[in-house]
T-cell receptor, first 117, second 114 residues
């Protein structure tokens, strides 16, 4: 697609429920990143995909968090047994994986605002 | 590791010039990015520097000194719509880092007053 799409844009869930967040990157972008941003805070790295593999999962905060990517395209971030501290905006970004005039910076999606009540 | 430091908040008046500084420490520097993020929205790309010097793009300019680990974003002729958070990010391609990953500062919240 023309941009990075994320769904849902907003999600309110009860504590203890599982949630799935979806990211559809720019067509042809091989690199995909998940970040989260709590209110007034910076971007916290979660996981990085190159194609369908995840060489860097170092930012996942606990084993309740997992992510997958299929067909080198869509990625899903799953949070099991959600807790209130999981409330944040979850941002997805993609890049071409090829350094170019813009140094292969990120294009971000609009994010999913997750609220755990 | 990557230590990226920028001021938390800045204020300025419409029509003025403001400079947002960013310092960083990284062993495998391969580019510095500035992003703008309005409240409730995704960050959007503003500028990219990989060589020393000034890159100008309309009202916005970005400067880089690799030897000093320093960059600034210069915003001229400020407008109310420039009120946003400005994120400095560094690409680190050193051994042991994730290729292509950007490391972000915490952002500088700029408020432009009329």
């Amino acid at each position: 697609g023309a941009g990075v799409s994320q769904s849902p844009s907003n999600k309110v869930t009860e504590k203890g429920k599982d949630v799935e967040l979806r990211c559809d990157p720019i067509s042809g972008h091989t690199a995909l990143y998940w970040y989260r941003q709590s209110l007034g805070q910076g971007l916290e790295f979660l996981i990085y995909f190159q194609g369908n593999s995840a060489p860097d999962k170092s930012g996942l905060p606990s084993d309740r968090f997992s992510a997958e990517r299929t067909g080198g395209s869509v990625s899903t971030l799953t949070i099991q047994r959600t807790q209130q501290e999981d409330s944040a905006v979850y941002l997805c970004a993609s890049s071409s994986g090829i350094t170019g005039a813009q140094g292969d910076g990120y294009t971000f999606g609009s994010g999913t605002r997750l609220t755990v009540v | 590791g990557q230590n990226i430091d920028q001021p938390t908040e800045m204020t300025a008046t419409e029509g003025a010039i403001v400079q947002i500084n960013c310092t960083y420490q990284t062993s495998g520097f391969n580019g510095l990015f500035w992003y703008q993020q309005h409240a409730g929205e995704a960050p959007t790309f503003l500028s990219y520097n990989v060589l020393d010097g000034l890159e100008e793009k309309g009202r916005f300019s970005s400067f880089l000194s690799r030897s000093k680990g320093y960059s600034y974003l210069l915003l001229k002729e400020l407008q109310m719509k420039d009120s946003a958070s400005y994120l400095c990010a560094v690409r680190d391609d050193s051994r042991g880092s994730t290729l292509g990953r950007l490391y972000f500062g915490r952002g500088t919240q700029l408020t432009v007053w009329p």
